[in-house]
């Protein structure tokens, strides 16, 4: 008698409140053109101290509460100082990451020596050998926009990369407009799935982040440090159609301010099976997260959506 098919794993309920996301009166494009000049013309060092030091400054009180809750789930035996002096830990690594990003974007003339190292790249290999292109699933861990800039340096193949898009067109044009290692599509466009889609089929490579829920129908929840929380499908749909191996990755930043990408075995999608393809996804970012919790990123209440009070 053959087996019985596996089952889908049972899905609980999306959080009630959609996602909000962090948005600061800070995003704007006179920033990003006074910023970066300022900031390259400093020694690496200098320019991470003074990120460091503008980011213990500013209030953010409704993220740092948010951050300080989301923290209280990943780290429960924590104390108050403890978790207290963590949530300063994660600003000071945002900071830093978004100064090497902004920086690197301007005025870095050998962003390479900004890479530690690759860890993993035959799970890349491997996932390429079927000729279907691979996606890169990672998230709001590290640097994750840096990686795939660092990453397409030593890559001989076409590179894109599907970003939220911003606010203003003018950060848009600033962070991702001109010649670049990377091709970027944002999910507005009438044709970013097609154009993925294509991408793949010549065998070429494709970045999503699976850590933030878009608030849409194309969510689904999966238990998360012990709680439901809501996650985007689209990145195992696009695999699926694509016929694509995923490969989970993640940039880190290490005690020497090099960054670290790491790569993971391949994930693949069989018929119908979006929700276990992400339940195995979900697992894996959550031992990334438990391991690096001051670079994951996320400013709102990740199981409720809230941003904070």
């Known amino acids: 008698m053959a087996p019985a098919p596996l089952a889908e794993p049972a899905v609980p309920p999306l959080p009630e409140r959609a996602p909000r996301w962090h ?3 800070w995003n704007r494009a006179a920033v990003y053109r006074w910023g970066a000049p300022a900031l390259g013309a400093l020694p690496r060092p200098a320019r991470l101290a003074l990120a460091r030091g503008l980011a213990a400054l500013a209030p953010f009180r409704a993220e740092r509460a948010a951050v300080a ?14 978790r207290a002096a963590l949530v300063g830990r994660v600003f000071a690594h945002f900071a830093m990451c978004f100064a090497d990003l902004i920086s690197t974007n301007r005025s870095e003339a050998r962003p390479e020596r900004l890479l530690a190292g690759v860890e993993g790249r035959g799970h890349l290999d491997a996932a390429l050998a079927g000729g279907r292109g691979a996606i890169f699933l990672t998230a709001h861990l590290g640097n994750w926009e840096l990686a795939g800039r660092l990453l397409a340096l030593g890559l001989a193949r076409p590179t894109w990369v599907l970003v939220a898009e911003e606010a203003d067109p003018a950060v848009e044009r600033f962070l991702r407009g001109g010649a670049g290692p990377v091709s970027f599509v944002t ?23 699976g850590d933030r829920a878009l608030g849409t129908r194309g969510d689904a929840a999966a238990p998360f440090f012990g709680a439901p929380a809501a996650f985007p499908l689209g990145p195992f749909v696009l695999a699926r159609a694509a016929g694509a191996p995923l490969v989970p990755a993640f940039c880190v930043l290490g005690p020497d301010r090099r960054y670290t990408i790491r790569m993971l075995p391949a994930l693949r999608v069989g018929a119908e099976g979006e929700a276990a393809a992400l339940g195995a996804w979900v697992e894996i970012l959550e031992a990334a997260v438990r391991e690096n919790p001051e670079q994951w990123f996320n400013f709102f209440d990740v199981w409720n959506g809230a941003l904070g009070n």
């Open 23 to 25: 948005a600061h009166g």
């Open 69 to 82: 809750a989301n923290l209280a789930r990943i780290r429960p035996a924590a104390s108050a100082a403890e």
């Open 187 to 209: 999910r507005r466009q009438p044709a970013a799935v097609v154009t993925l889609l294509a991408a793949l089929r010549r065998g070429e490579l494709v970045a999503l982040q």
